[in-house]
């Protein structure tokens, strides 16, 4: 980028030049801008067509009783009231929801710190046991929730066969009140790859002159983790926290496929623990063909999820270190 | 882009007692077994026969080991072979399209002035954050409107316009590169398409990498979108297609066979990710440390 005295000198040099040879500077500037705006053209569109226009749309519709009846009309809020007033699993759903994201988060992330703290340091092997925790963030979900709606299966699954063995009678994962917690454990098994990279990334970007200086002050390993390496990396946790929520609110395919085995059973009973918003969102729109309700519900998601992210960023501040040097260094 | 070291900078060499070195492996190696632990399961669940895979007591080592199982999954769902085509088809053309679209935008953004470039792109940032799935059902009007559920112009076409992620990342990167790279070729008159395609693009291949590796896993794990936009079977890829597939009369499925074409189906992830980890790890450091 260009700073600022160079565009003045640029402007010295140039009020020097030639009329011809300014005119030719003036008409590259517009070539330049036509080049820009071309370039970055399909990306405009789908910003209006896919992002703008749909956001749009789908908040007019959520004004509407679309689906419920024949001809569509305007019956103004009366989808949100429904929502939060008349639809026993609205509030429900959406505590699941936000229980199911935020620990889910947060133990993928105290996890995640544990493994990066321990692969940081000089084993034999490391490259071999990050792959391992990072596989299960590579598989694809659906393989993932398959081979965990299986384990949990109460009959047939291997960890029953395990906490028998170990003598706590069986346990019925996928059903409540366990539900949600067996959900949490393979969100923690998916989600500690991805959360241990980012924190290892981090935590190797942390001066080696300031852990020799805690060593030499006599700090012990602990507190050397505590008082200077864990505050250096706050960005790579608020990271993690950051789109784990947003994930994790909209979870879908994991819940749908960890339902009994797994298969089909998008109408089938509900239990409160697998009940998260999506599903809900799904239900109205494809089982109930409530669509404008659908909308509405899709809407308070989105408000939801902005919410939680602007206290996040609102209490980043609080929490998260900034160094404003290695700021500068990464800018171009 | 920032490389990673070599060696971890925040470990040193400080003598370690050798009793908590090997506590250390120990703690380590269970680690991974737990995380190696579904994978285990399902795979000796995919070479159990029938009878096994519903009766007890459970064991984690197939008395019999049927392989022929993966085989099998082929004739027992003669769809599968269709599936699998289905998934390369959604993964391969939206990767393409999102990177053609997504460095072009990235160039733009990193080494051409224009005015109200500044603001366009404080909107890709800001639209980094934007939670696209909770919008699912005025998506899927959206495509009902103009009659294209079945189809798959809406899984493939909006790759086309590239999104605020790999704009991000293509920025980045090209900002990075050195500025002689274009100046020659702009003083004879090349244009800025061919500087961006000639010039850069060939220059990029890391990035392209990260870019497309991600972009494929995306695909390739997509589920809810090509299950309700999409609505034949021979259509569907393999996720849906594995949700209807292997079911008996009495309505649960065969575990075993299930186990096996969800096993096939996560090969091609895991062969990306074995190829290309250094790329993803890049991608996953660059957008989180910088964004």
Redesign the interface.
Known sequence: MIGRPSICEKEAVMSTMAPGIRRRRFNG?I???V??????A??????I???V???A??LM?SFTNMGASQNVRYVGFNNYIRAFSADPQFWASLLTTLEYSFISVLASVFVGLA?AA??????RGRAL?R??????T???????A???A??YDK????L??VVEKVGLGSVTWLQDPTMLWSLIIMAV?SG?G?SM??LL????????DL??AA?VDGVG?FRRFRHV?LPLIT??IF??V??GL?GG??M??QAE?LQG????TQYANIIRGNYVY?RL??RS??RDHR?GY??A??WI??LV?VIV?FVLFRTSDAWVYYDSLAKER?Q? | M?R??AT???????RVNPWSKSA??A??WI??LV?????L??F??ALKSDIE??????H?IPVQWHWENFANVMKNAPLFGRWILNSFILSIFPTVGIVL??S??G????R????F?KQ?FG??LA?L??????????????WRNVHAIGTYWPLIL?S????AFN?FLFR?FF??MPKELEEAAIVEGC???RV?WSIFMPNALAVIATSAIWHF?WR??E??MPR?LLNAMQSYP??VG???AF?TEI???R?NM??AG??I??IP??VV?MLG?KY??QG??TS????
């Open positions: 500037r070539q330049e801008s080049a820009f705006y071309l370039m970055i399909p990306w405009v569109v789908g910003f067509v896919f992002q226009y749909i956001f749309s789908g519709y493994v321990m692969l940081n340091r000089d084993l046991y792959t391992v925790v990072y596989l299960p590579v598989v694809p979900a659906v393989s993932a398959l081979s965990w299986f384990l009959n047939y699954g291997l029953n066969a098994w500690v991805g990279i980012v990334a981090g935590m190797q970007g942390v001066p080696v852990i020799e060593v390993p390496t960005p790579a990271f993690n950051v789109t947003v609110m909209q879908y395919t496929l085995t797994g298969m089909d999506m969102l799904v729109a494809f669509l659908a909308c519900l899709s998601l989105f999820i992210t990464t171009p | 920032r990673l070291p971890p900078s925040g470990s040193l060499h400080v250390l492996y703690i380590t680690i991974c995380f190696l632990f579904p994978f399961s399902m000796s669940t895979a519903t009766s007890l007591p459970v984690l679209a997504s072009m935008a160039f733009a953004f990193a051409l002035r224009a005015p470039k366009l909107i890709v639209t954050m934007i939670p696209t799935t909770s919008m699912f059902v005025p998506i899927y009007l959206f909006p086309f316009f590239g999104d704009v980045q900002a990075s244009g800025r398409f961006w896993n390739w794990n589920f809810m309700f393999v996720p594995l949700l209807y079911k309505g649960t499925s575990v299930v186990s969800a096993l189906f996560a992830t895991i990710f980890q993803l790890v996953f450091v989180g440390i910088k964004g």
